[in-house]
């Protein structure tokens, strides 16, 4: 019998293995994009972006595997 997936306990997400970098970043655009994002840290404000720049790239693949599909508003059946 198959568990709604409601019921089923909810497992903690597993921690990706961190790396130490060091990078050299004007500070300028590290608080802009700090402010930006609500990032309370750089480390924060790092991953955001880099979050960011993976949706955009999902977003685009999305967009161009949906070329030349016609969409039609839910309103327009009736």
Avoid: C
């Avoid at 306990?9 to 990078?23: H, M």
């Avoid at 960011?52 to 309103?75: H, N, S």
């Amino acid at each position: 019998m198959d568990v709604p997936s409601a019921a089923r306990p909810k497992r903690a997400p597993r921690r990706e293995e961190r790396v130490s970098r060091t990078y050299r970043l004007p500070l300028s655009k590290l608080r802009a994009a700090k402010r930006a994002l609500g990032a309370a840290t750089a480390t924060e404000t790092i991953e955001r972006a880099l979050d960011l720049a993976v949706f955009q790239r999902e977003l685009i693949d999305g967009t161009r595997a949906m070329l030349g599909i016609e969409i039609t508003p839910p309103d327009a059946e009736r």
